[in-house]
């Protein structure tokens, strides 16, 4: 078991800086507040805020940013601060047009920042880049799609990658899957390889289910929520209604996070105007433990040493047992082994890895104990590790000592990132072959696909270095941005025959085109999708696998525009051979006719699903897992014995750092709305490196100063990978811990460092040192 170092001992510290903090509830006025700045920077237009009583509701349309579930009895205002900045984003009336293009080459624009690329405004032309000029010029949508399927048949499929961001509707989704299978290749990685890949393919390993299996009425029946790693203030505020609701019932809820971040300290509820005006803000845990990064797997060892302990101490008794045997007994498998490793593993090193004192842990542990009904909720803090698998392991083998899964106000939750990443997997967006529906392709089109698996990110971005990578399309998303090693893949990236955008804003990734590359601009889900059948439906799936349909109604920002469905339709028209049973101009015209291909393909899940989708809270597609219906190797849940005691790849050294990159309250991903990260009472600046007021001392640095960070591989490789002019700002963190932002700081990120089950990058736990 690989045991981490102590950290230097303490210098004799003068004054310890203050650390920066938001003196107020999550929520609250401050939100609203958020909201309409948004508004005027973004000059959303005329009808923007009615547009916004629909989000999220039936017969609406649902939101663009994060998967959290949409109520079968919304809200007055079901949405959220971040999900109407989302929504008056994507309303703006600035456009970014051929005029625009006309006046910046491409060399130009790559020098300008996300921020302000995305401040030009909406897409509205589709543009071929033109090498001469060096510039986007416009262009016709035949004519991009001609040229784009000639290219692509000049290209060999397997050297040609299909990326998807996480928002295209169900339809899109799954007519892009079967365009990428007839063409010829599994390349079909999403943003879930960068996000919840640990999930499908860590959780799918020990419970069977590549999803949480929780459904929001088991938040009213829980006694306890283990929340590992999520930070929903900023990510998912709507999670914090139910959350606060649980609180008020009693619910104990227990945070494992670095940060106190403000939606798990407290919450003021926007929509309750006594909260709003007179009253107290809800305090949201029972405790707030700050494990130091990629500690989990040492803390939660530790809850369960206790929940071990006091089972015992309730057979001496004589008392009700803590562990659920019957379901042990009926349902698991491995749990000797894992007791074994548990009674092996010393307190002391659970202390050292974790960074959470023992009586802290087992107090942990006495809630756990103490409570009927447990869920465990978690996200990128447990994901984005290179020992991500191991730690949602542990949080399992916690769950099912007590039996906590598949009955009811019990069960894991992750919380998935883009509005529907969960989906796009769900309907064939993914390289695994096995998770395609393959037999159904050679039965409803006769056709046959390829066998091997694909590339997933990190797979795609090896072939972009190695230069095997020559095609890329990517349905959404600013991958280049997004993906960890900056400094070693961007320089390639250029080198690439082929790039194709489909995306609503400009972006950096388009600002470093392929030798040929084109921007194709597509509609919003707020706008009117017109086909010949009228205007279209789309579908997504959340958090909790439930299924909607999503219409909207809002002019489209330019009468050039396609759906994301169209573009594919027509891109895989002119690219893959005619076929009479692949009816790409049909299956355009009305969606309703791709939704019937969906329920032909998983017919148990998405049955009927033209009618079941507009029902209040979409339908459910089932989880075995919830059924106690286990489909792992062996039929039973696994406890799984861990091989490490903290998820990083990298362990501690003298001067070493491990950095987490987040996001914050004014960001969607590489998207910056904003300089402000209000929930952590930051502003002014994203190049900034948090630190804990006595790491600052003892390290002979000091609040304000700007410094870089360097990669510390432990001589794993000898790139050089570093950012400079980050500004020390103090937090409340553990020793030991850093924090910055994303994308700022991926270049850190070695793109070997990842999920050792999943390839999912680490983008936690990233072994750093300061250099002033
Ligand atoms: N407004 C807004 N909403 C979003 C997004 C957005 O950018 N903006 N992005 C969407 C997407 S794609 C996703 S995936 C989700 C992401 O939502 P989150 O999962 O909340 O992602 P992060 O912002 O990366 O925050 C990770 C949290 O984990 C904590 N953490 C870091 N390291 C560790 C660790 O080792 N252990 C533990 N226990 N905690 C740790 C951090 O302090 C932070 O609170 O949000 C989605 N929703
Ligand atoms: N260091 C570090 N790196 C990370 C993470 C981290 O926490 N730390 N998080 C990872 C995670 S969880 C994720 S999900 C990825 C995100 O990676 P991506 O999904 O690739 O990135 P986004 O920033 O969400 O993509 C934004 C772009 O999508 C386009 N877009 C927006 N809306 C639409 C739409 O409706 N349709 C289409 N077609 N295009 C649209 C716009 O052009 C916009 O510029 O980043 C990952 N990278
Ligand atoms: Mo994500």
């Known amino acids: 078991m690989a045991d981490q170092e102590n950290r230097g001992p303490d210098a004799e510290a003068p004054t310890l800086p203050e650390p920066r903090e938001y003196e107020h509830a999550a929520g609250g006025w401050g939100s609203v507040q958020g909201i309409s700045r948004i508004e005027l920077a973004e000059m959303a237009g005329p009808g923007a805020l009615d547009t916004l009583k629909e989000q999220n509701k039936p017969g609406g349309y649902m939101c663009s940013s994060c998967a959290w579930t949409k109520p079968p009895n919304p809200h007055p205002f079901e949405f959220c601060e971040n999900g109407a900045k989302a929504t008056l984003w994507d309303l703006t009336t600035r456009r970014c047009g051929p005029e625009f293009f006309a006046r910046h080459t491409v060399s130009e624009l790559a020098a300008r920042s996300d921020y302000e690329l995305e401040q030009v405004g909406r897409l509205t032309h589709p543009m071929r880049y033109d090498a001469a000029t060096d ?44 365009f990428a299978r007839i063409y010829g290749h599994n390349n079909l990685p999403d943003s879930s390889n960068m996000c919840h890949e640990t999930t499908s393919v860590g959780l799918k390993k020990v419970v069977g289910s590549p999803v949480g299996t929780c459904q929001l009425e088991d938040l009213e ?67 707030y433990l700050q494990v130091r990064s990629g500690g989990d797997i040492a803390a939660l060892m530790g809850v369960m040493k206790r929940v071990i302990e006091r089972d015992e101490m309730a ?35 659970i202390e050292k890895n974790s960074g959470i004192a023992r009586t802290d842990l087992e107090a942990a542990g006495d809630v756990y104990a103490d409570a009927k009904n447990v869920i465990g909720i978690y996200g990128m803090g447990l994901t984005q590790h290179v020992h991500g698998s191991q730690a949602i392991g542990m949080l399992v083998n916690l769950l099912l000592l007590g039996g906590n899964m598949g009955r009811k106000g019990a069960g894991c939750s992750p919380i998935r990132g883009h509005s529907n990443v969960q989906g796009q997997r769900t309907v064939g967006i993914t390289e695994k072959t096995a998770l395609a529906p393959v037999d159904k392709y050679r039965e409803l089109f006769g056709v046959e696909t390829p066998e091997e698996d694909g590339n997933t990110t990190v797979d795609f971005l090896e072939g972009v270095i190695d230069g095997s990578a020559k095609g890329f399309v990517g349905l959404g998303g600013n991958l280049a941005k997004a993906v960890p ?11 690439l025959e082929l790039t194709v955008h489909i995306a609503t804003r400009l972006n950096k990734t388009h600002c470093m085109p392929g030798k040929e590359s084109w921007i194709l601009p597509c509609l919003v889900r707020a706008e009117k999708d017109m086909q010949e059948s009228g205007n279209q439906q789309v579908s997504i799936e959340d958090s909790f696998s439930h299924i909607y349909g999503s219409i909207g109604k809002r002019e489209p920002a330019s009468e050039h525009l396609l759906s994301e469905t169209a573009i594919v339709c027509r891109m895989a028209k002119a690219t893959v051979p005619a076929n009479p049973r692949v009816k790409w101009d049909e299956w355009q015209g009305d969606y309703a006719k ?19 989708m507009d029902q209040p809270g979409g339908f459910y597609r089932g989880n075995p897992a919830h059924e106690r219906i286990w489909k792992t190797d062996s039929g039973r849940a696994e406890f799984t014995d861990p091989s490490v005691l903290n998820s990083c790849g990298i362990g501690d050294a003298d001067g070493r750092f491990h950095l987490v990159t987040l996001r914050s309250n004014d960001q969607f991903n590489t998207t910056i709305y904003g300089h402000s990260d209000r929930l952590r009472g930051l502003k002014g600046s994203r190049m900034i490196v948090m630190m804990s007021p006595q790491d600052i001392v003892n390290h002979g640095l000091r609040e304000g100063q700007v410094i870089s960070l360097a990669t510390d591989t432990d001589g794993r490789d000898d790139f050089h990978r570093s950012v400079a002019g980050l500004e020390v700002v103090p937090y409340d963190l553990p020793r030991g811990t850093l924090a910055g932002y994303f994308p700022e700081l991926n270049a850190l ?16 736990g990233i072994p750093v040192r300061v250099l002033a």
């Open 485 to 495: 090693d900056h400094a070693r893949i961007h320089p390639c990236w250029r080198d």
């Open 221 to 287: 029946h829980c006694d306890a929520i283990f929340y590992l790693g999520q930070n929903p203030g900023t990510n998912s505020p709507r999670i914090l209604h139910p959350l606060k609701d649980a609180v008020k019932r009693g619910c104990k809820i227990v945070v494992f996070n670095p940060l106190r971040e403000k939606g798990l300290v407290e919450f003021t509820d926007p929509q309750n105007p006594i909260q709003m005006t007179v009253g107290k803000p809800t305090k949201m845990n029972h405790m």
């Open 315 to 349: 057979q001496a008794a004589g008392e009700k047992r803590v562990l659920d045997t019957a379901f042990i007994e009926q349902h698991t498998n491995g749990l000797p082994a894992f007791l074994d490793t548990l009674k092996g593993t010393s307190w002391s090193s």
């Open 135 to 178: 510039k986007y010029v416009e262009t016709g949508w035949d004519e991009a799609f001609a040229a784009i399927g000639a290219k692509l048949n000049e290209l060999d499929p397997k050297s040609v990658t299909f990326y998807a961001s996480g928002k295209a509707g169900l339809e899109a989704s799954y007519l892009y899957a079967l």
């Open 594 to 612: 791709i939704r019937n291909l969906i329920a032909q393909s998983f017919p148990q899940e998405f049955h009927d699903m033209n009618v079941r």
């Open 749 to 764: 990120v070695p793109l070997w460092y990842h999920d050792r089950l999943s390839k999912t990058p680490a983008s936690k």
